[in-house]
Nanobody
Framework: QVQLVESGGGLVQPGGSLRLSCVSS????????MGWYRQAPGKERELVAQ???????NYADSVKGRFTISRDNAKNMVYLQMNSLKPEDTAVYYC?????????WGKGTLVTVSS
């Protein structure tokens, strides 16, 4: 059983930065994609960014140039550096580990962007 635990959420002013972290239990971490998703109140969950084991990344258009996803395969961790945050980035952010026959989600961490 794989467990994912996110951390790093909180309250930040518009224009500020936050760094989210997600640690995964389980083995064969490099066999899976890692992704960050978010769900704002009243909206569906959406992809923010994803990264495969060799470092290739994909981003939602709304965060390109502001967010950076990275992973440390030795530590079973994935990160999301969020810069130039906007009020519309407010959401619960979820970590996902998937591919290769598995699909696991963390419980999420709340990011609130407000003055």
């Amino acid at each position: 059983q794989v467990q994912l635990v996110e951390s790093g959420g909180g309250l930040v002013q518009p224009g500020g930065s936050l760094r989210l972290s997600c640690v995964s239990s389980g083995s064969d971490f490099t066999r899976n994609l890692m992704g960050w998703y978010r769900q704002a109140p009243g909206k569906e969950r959406e992809l923010v960014a994803q990264i495969i084991s060799n470092g290739v990344t994909n981003y939602a258009d709304s965060v390109k140039g502001r967010f950076t996803i990275s992973r440390d395969n030795a530590k079973n961790m994935v990160y999301l550096q969020m810069n130039s945050l906007k009020p519309e980035d407010t959401a619960v952010y979820y970590c996902r580990r998937y591919g290769g026959g598995m699909d696991y989600w963390g419980k999420g961490t709340l990011v609130t962007v407000s003055s």
